[in-house]
DNA sequence: ATGTGAAATATTGTATACCAAATGGCAGTC
DNA sequence: GACTGCCATTTGGTATACAATATTTCACAT
């Protein structure tokens, strides 16, 4: 593995020639920063397992940097929502009971009905222009069936309708919530790429004709449905390991100190 | 001023005999939360002014502290939205534009409209039986024009109704976006104590009686009236603040570094 | 075998010292 | 006045140390 402080030299000596003229500590990247990234990768993908314990030396050595980023990054995630913290105990990846995903997700529902009425109210001609190309492109990629290109078009259309909204706090929710509901899917998220596309193409035309109350209605239903579909994921994969006995690896080391209890 | 570790020890021993039997590390507040706490109430009563300039030693001397949970305190108030760091440059107390407070209060119309509905929803005999005494107790102070009492029963009320919610996300952003809105009130949040306690006692009501569409149109409604209330001090403040020349102190020292312009 | 408790070990939270890189001023020069 | 070179400050990061806690180990009793 290439460590942390390669990547960072190098993303610093590329921006050098690319980026407007900026302070040249602007464009260094921080370790702490190069540090929150890779550790929020690695957990939204699912290398890391939620419980998994996050033992600031042992992360320090992983990426080759001292304990301080490391800490400073377990810090940023903890705010994120990502890991969990107790005091002199440290960090884990947080863990997210189905009780809070369906929290999670009827926010969701709520916040992206808001942002597609208000991106459908606000759209100008750039980004009506913006979301017909990309429901071409997408389209195409359906036709072909290409996942891949799909979810990247599928990634696309929700910055695009994020940033339409013109409200920041709007768009800062709807983004973190948006990457908890794809942390949840972990790696499967291609299966529904497809399905996933047309429901976005569908959204992408109510807001290119301005019917702000139907792009609200399809998105909090899109949602709706992935939300559905997610939970039945992860209700299946309980019950999968409920089934096996024996087999399956304890998924949180979660010992229960006896000394702390009554 | 008393040390902040002199306060941490002084929490820790009290709370050895109040709380719960937890681990004696979880008792434990570290110096990184107490800072973090310190500096986040210096700047939502406005003691630190926005755009004024943090440095980590100065803090660090002033708290009594070393470095590192200063710089873990500045990294937590920015994932707050309280301060806002460039590289190599430090952290300031953040700066919102009105443009920027528009917005806030925007999304925070909707989170309220929404957190008031689901309460009223699932409202349960306990929650319509702590309203209600807080509505008399609220009731009887306005009568006697109790400013602080108010003052606090309004913050009571708040917590009451954020809570009851059942939702941990819609309770932790309509917390957090209110307390962006305190702070904007700065110090001068005593003044419609009384107004805003009426209004908040008619949603009250509302929730009490099971009035989901009521409770969201009321609260709706007075956060809207609130925020028109913050955006015309903010104006006004401008005005003088634009009207007095040269008497003013720079309210932030931003100094445009001329080498890094083109 | 199984649980218990004390000792051994590991980890976190904090301090300190130190360094390189970058910024912010300032004095001198054109 | 605008540029230039220089220097003090500040930040971001490393390394090391250490006390207070947590966790694990392990011998021992049941």
Known sequence: MR???AAVAESTAVAQFTEQPVSVGARHQSLQAAVTRSLRDA????????????????LAQ??????????????????????ATSPRKGARVRLISEEEVAELI??????????????????????RQA?????????????GSNREHLRELNDRFHSLVEAAAH??????????????????FASARDDRAIETW????????????GDAELAALLSARHVKDTGDWVQAQLSEAERKRAGSHGSTPPRREQRVHRRTAP
């Open 131 to 143: 979301l017909t190309s990309l429901v071409d492109e997408g389209n195409e990629a359906a036709r």
């Open 167 to 184: 409200n920041r706090y709007l768009s800062d929710y709807v983004r973190s919530l948006r990457e908890k509901t794809l942390w949840l």
């Open 43 to 58: 957990i939204v993908t699912g290398r890391l397992q939620p419980g998994e314990r996050l033992r600031e030396s042992q």
């Open 62 to 83: 992983m990426f080759q940097v001292s304990r301080n980023p490391v800490r400073e990054a377990l810090l940023a995630l903890q705010a994120e929502g990502l890991v």
């Open 106 to 127: 009827e926010l969701r529902i709520e916040l992206e009905r808001l942002n597609a009425r208000k991106t459908a109210q606000h759209g100008d001609d750039k980004l």
């Open 198 to 209: 047309n429901e976005h193409a569908a959204i992408a035309q109510a807001i290119i004709h």
């Open 3 to 5: 460590t942390i402080k």
